[in-house]
């Protein structure tokens, strides 16, 4: 049995985290911390929640692994202390995703704080980051809304079947989890609910990132906030490459994760493969899950790809944990079903 | 005071229309029908709803317009009998939306039930359409996607604004309203709330009705359902000609609907003009309107519309309103505010 | 044309009075201003929304009546101020809603700000105080849960239906826009959707209203939040008094109620009267109406009153215009339909 | 290892059990079909789900336990050929719940369809017959309501803390899971969202089975639809005897119920017993657990009793599993964490 830190516990990946430990046989949480200096500790807000105790970074000795829950910026020094102590850390936030300090910089308003550290961050998408995040100390866990655009687009990027020179869009739809449980306009049931809303278009943080581990700068991507609690769904369009398809791409998919525990490549049409009546991925097939749905469908002269995920999941804490698992030697599914 | 007949008033957009009008200073719903042919009538289901009667063509003699809120394929046979009457009809079916008796064919899967209609039928996009839907004795009122879809795209299209080789990618989202009032799988609670879904990719009804009007088939539309009654939201992504930019193609859409009640554009970082707090178009700010809200912004290489109107008011009932104004000789806003 | 001042009118109830007005023939709102002292002006926040002025007493010289949509505590000293000029007020917050200040402290903990006032304000449930509004110069206009109470039990009450001894239990469901419209942990969306809540068991501040009101403490009150915008029901148990039934109680309502233009009572079943449907009053047969749908029925030993509202409108906006409509001699129904 | 089969898989507590049993670590559901006589088996409507086979009784031979998740009426002959077969059978429809027949005639409008079964049959309010269950060949799983109800009332009846002469009040509003899968008016999207009814006031089914557990008919019950998907949240109130109280209930309640797992008695005035901000109970605390949470709180001359569970778990699926667990000889909580 090992065990871990939670920093940062009393919002919505923290508590997912806690939840998703509870039945992991190797791993418990031993430490359950909020991330605010100075802040005093909270008694649990319901019964059967757990106590959240002061910040004690002494505390992170007692553990084999550290995940940081907590917002950007604050999670650097808590991660160079982990570190100091030879703990293995993910980090949920975007403090290490982004390789360059100057990007960083023009992305977050500020200088990155502890661009020393960049070096031997691992950008954590598992499937395709595997060995790496098994020796990495520090893993950058993947934004939410990159893990389900990323997912579809790059094992299609490096087979060559998307034409190199056309635009990719990426049209993402958010529950509203992701944007956390401090209560805000925007997340005002009045404002959320029987509404629906694009926001940040050409100026969202996660662009630079997705375009980091895309390799390419030609995605263009909007997030709309769904009157949802859980799930991203993104829909995809790619021109495809000479000789390419939907067909090819769907195979393509599909050989690449055949043996992928949260992976799962629709057949044609988006059917359940045997089922009668074709489906295309949903929301709710993915809620409370780690799984990554995907459908591939040609439309005119373009390929539609729609994945699905659960954003507190594949999008931050299941994938975390995914990570966690290898960094410390342990079955990559475990705690994960 | 003139009077109109609804045909089909059990379904969503007959009881908008029925709300409509309540409004209307100078025209009244006199005679309130269902479309099927032998269905027996219907009082209220609630306090203060109209009855409903049994259809009986004969009463079309007495108004002076038609509207036809029925299924597809069951307008034609209706519309004929009004138009011998010399009534003027607006039919908010699919019906004579498609010019080419063969597209509607191999869209709806049967032969066109009416094709000599289909020469006098004026498709009713009203703020592209107005003379000739002031002349028309037949219009086919435009699909709520298609609106919303066109009212942005058409301004720029004709004045060159857009790459003529890219392809545009139409991604819409709909409240279950559009779905219709009769229940079933798509639209069960359980299937809707808390879930998010893409639907008919490469292969819904509104394409071709959208090529058509458009002028061009390189439009990409996928429609997705969203856990809302009203509403639809379209991000559309265009590539701007050479010379063209956001900046120039929403003065392009701020002048051609400047003088036009109905469709707002708004400012740049889709402010509303004077406001602190730049916002883009949100579902809430046109439901229970006949309005259009348009909001331009740059996204890398390419350009993003965000087009939002109430699907059961601009996307049907709502426009039908402005088409018998117009067909009427009465003011085309009124009944709409 | 006479005209209003609206204060406090960024806040949900100043905005649906805004919205009621623009379809008044009579009322015009030609003030329109924040409540808070010091407050600066607020432009449009979305695209055809008027801008909200800071606050100056002085302009409430130039109209006929005001309207305070300020919180409790905020409206006494406003409202001194619009009577010294010889303005209509009414009072949309519980500033003077409790006759005694004894009471109003208790309830709201902190002294009456105004006690003096309190001799001249008049409790505005319209229905049941129709002549006294029509002379009044303040108006407390009754808060949204005591109107959905009040409206059925008065009559019950008065005609000695209900048996006095035993206790009348109000179970009570709202919409979270009667929380308001600023953001907080009890309406976040991640707090409101998919869930349901209890709150102010026994301590909510519209007891003592809804008892001062009934002329009986013998009611018991819960509150819960519903995941909707708009409306409240309230289910209420009543004790029959000896000889009195579900049918002569709906009779006494009925007959009570048969002149009144906002509220309706249902057959018996809760029929549509000539439906073949028999149906309970729902949230969405009134919401964005200013009605108050009634129905009775037997459920063992007790009468069950089914009783629902738009909390905006006949429980806040849609009343207080009813109220004001008599204050300035115009037609009771203006403005709402 | 033990197995088990699942008839009626398809519907919302057939599906809810197979994602229960997913996790346990002793039964398995090896044999899982539709309840229906000739109809066809069902491949996976998504992708992960499982096929549902064709009825065959035969295949119960090859089991230790049968579920049967089928509506009221189609219960009853599978049973008898399960307990002809020595099976042990819990029922989740209503074909057992109710001792006389003539009170299942009169509620469900027909005969009962295997009168001589009831006698052997257990009604499984696990908390209140485990030693029954134990021994049981046939439990009738009670409803939802019924349990959300019972499980307060049990205790506070059998104390004589509860004033034997007055009526008690039952106001229970419940998602809508709990009308099924199969789509209808009552659950049509649009007739839900943004909406709140009440229904079978004086007439619900669930009154005769709360009236039978509960030894009295006074207990007035009204249930409620509310616009979620999962959970059932009672209001009830009741009368306290001389020398009762909400602190003598709460503290019956809390004794009763100090071993239990799966029912949590809160503190003084809700708390969650440590925390600074007291609180009731809600459904999201309960969702996707076996969880009954209690608060007990007076208000004026009545005692108000809160209690929440999930339908589809406490309600239904979750307690066929204690059940079954009892039944079969197993650790009661095994699969319901």
């Known amino acids: 049995m090992k ?17 998703l430990l509870e039945r992991h046989r190797h791993l418990r949480a031993t430490v359950v911390m909020t991330a605010r200096a100075g802040a005093a500790p909270e008694p649990p807000a319901f019964p059967g929640e757990p106590s959240i105790d002061a910040l004690d970074l002494g505390r992170l000795a007692h553990v084999d692994g550290v995940f940081l829950c907590t917002p950007h910026g ?22 290490f995703r982004l390789r360059d300090p100057a990007v960083y910089a023009s992305t977050y308003g500020s200088p990155h704080p502890a661009p020393d550290l960049l070096q031997q961050a691992v950008y954590g998408l598992t499937e395709h980051a595997r060995d790496a995040v098994r020796g990495a100390r520090l893993v950058a866990n993947p934004g939410c809304y990159p893990t389900s655009i990323l997912l579809p687009l790059l094992p299609l990027l490096a087979a060559g079947q998307i034409d190199a020179e056309a635009p990719i869009i990426a049209d993402s739809k958010s529950g509203t989890s992701g944007a956390g449980k401090a209560p805000g306009e925007r997340t005002h049931f009045g404002n959320v609910h029987e509404n629906f809303v694009a926001y940040g278009v050409g100026t969202h943080r996660h662009a630079p990132e997705i375009h980091q581990a895309a390799g390419t700068d030609r995605i263009v991507f909007t997030p709309h906030l769904l009157p ?16 390419a398809s939907a067909a090819t791409m ?7 994760y055949a043996a992928e525990p949260f992976v ?8 359940g493969q045997s089922g009668p ?21 040609a439309s005119g002269p373009l390929v539609v790809l729609v994945s699905v995920i659960d954003n507190l999941q594949k999008g ?17 599914a475990e705690g994960l079903r």
């Open 264 to 271: 799962r490549v629709y057949g044609p049409t988006g059917s």
């Open 3 to 19: 065990s871990v830190a939670i920093v940062g516990a009393s919002g919505y990946t923290g508590r997912e985290l806690l939840t």
């Open 228 to 243: 949802t609690f859980r799930g991203i769904l993104s829909t995809i369009y790619v021109t495809p490459a000479p000789g």
């Open 74 to 95: 604050a999670a650097s020094s808590i991660a160079a202390a982990a570190l100091q102590l030879g703990k293995k850390v993910v980090d949920l936030s975007a403090d």
């Open 316 to 332: 931050a804490s299941g994938q975390a944990l995914q990570n966690m698992n290898l960094m410390l030697g342990l079955a990559e």
């Open 277 to 297: 009546d074709p489906r295309l991925p949903e929301l709710r097939l993915v809620q409370h899950t780690n799984q990554n749905h995907l459908a591939v469908a």
């Open 250 to 256: 769907r195979a393509c998919l599909a050989e690449r």
